[in-house]
């Protein structure tokens, strides 16, 4: 049973004066993209009866077959609570269909609630909760973004020296407007740099909360004069901004991943999830890091994991298991930065994960020393492998693995992996301002 049915949605917009639906779908790489209508059309609208161009959405369709459906999801009415008071604009999420009533197969919602159904069949719900970074930068006299900012503050730092205090709270207080349950915001180890953790919950519910906390983040702080990114890696020579992805998998609402016999106080299947990750890690490095600047973040130095390993005790390494046990025991991947598309995310590691659970994979022994300050030898002896160092090798590695290309569906595999090149190439034939200051005089 879902939480509103047809005749709540007419009367929230009615009760609440609303003017304007946004009807929400996110793109293959991670866009939000929305088509207004007003509350005339509504019925329409939850009559699965509004169509789009899908020839016009990146990745999409050909021309020739560009019409397609927008299925709304009740369940995610919500008002936009920086919008005015009076004539009210609020939004439902979407899924794509195509005209002949199918979801369309290039539709990221879609293909993560496959996998979430897989694994619903083997008596599991998924629970994920994302830490996302970003940065809040000033933007020049034509309104447009800068890396400038005027911030000192650093970890955990307290205000007054931070104008980017008043604004975090701004963004806490619209969040739990729209009903998140706020954590823990704080200032990051970057100047200018922040986070706000919002609580775990099943995954498409946290999935379609990502899509929602990075535009009411872009929101406030376009409200407050300020432009809040989520590149990855936006000023060389401090830390880059993660998206680490808390998961855990609950059976009867309890936690499968704790077992207090257990040394670490894991279970059999939690380790099987953990080897499934592990496998699977090179392979969806284009999804969880889906850009050429992904790969300047995923560097030795600020962070961010290089090493494909797994700890109770360290935070070196690509997984990394929280102290907190009984419900919260939970795996953290900390690869996953936040221009990726939460949905393909979420839907390649619990495809991951259940393919380590299905196929008794075997974990490798922990790394529970800082895998930065070993030799290339002692790594080599422990078999420790690198995560894909560009968007190139990270492409390369999602064809070579065929399960992760099953869990996308041969059209987003092929459109992801045709747009990623492109991007790629661009970016290789560019002469940048490094290349410059290193060789103009040298050579
Ligand atoms: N059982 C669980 N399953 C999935 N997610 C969970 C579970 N329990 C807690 N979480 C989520 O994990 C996230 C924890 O964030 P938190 O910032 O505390 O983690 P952290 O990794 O210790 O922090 P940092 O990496 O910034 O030092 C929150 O979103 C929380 O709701
Ligand atoms: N900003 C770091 C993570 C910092 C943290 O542990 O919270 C990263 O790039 O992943
Ligand atoms: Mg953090
Ligand atoms: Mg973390």
Redesign the pocket.
Known sequence: MGKYTKQDIFRMVEEEDVEFIRLQFTDMFGVLKNVAITSSQLGKALDNKCMFDGSSVEGFVRIEESDMYLYPDYDTFEIFPWRPQQGKVARLICDVYTPDGKPFEGDPRWILKKVIKEAEDMGYVF?????CEFFLFHTDDNGLPTTLSHEKAGYFDLGPTDLGENVRRDMVLTLEDMGFEI??SHHEVAPAQH?I????DEALKTADNIMTFKLTVKTIAKRHGLYATFMPKPKYGINGSGM?V???LAKDGK?IFADENDTLGLSEDAYHFIAGLMKHAKGMAALTNPLVNSYKRLVPGYEAPVYIAWSATNRSPLIRI?A?RG????V?LRNPDPSANPYLVLATCLAAGLDGIKNKLEVPASVDCNIFEMTDEERKHAAIEVIPESLYDAVRYLNEDKFICDVLGEHITSKYTEAKLREWNDYKTQVTQWELDEYLYKF
């Open positions: 629970e994920v909760g994302p830490e954590e823990a986070e953790d919002f609580k775990y680490h808390n998961m855990s936690n929280p907190s419900q919260g025991t939970r953290e």
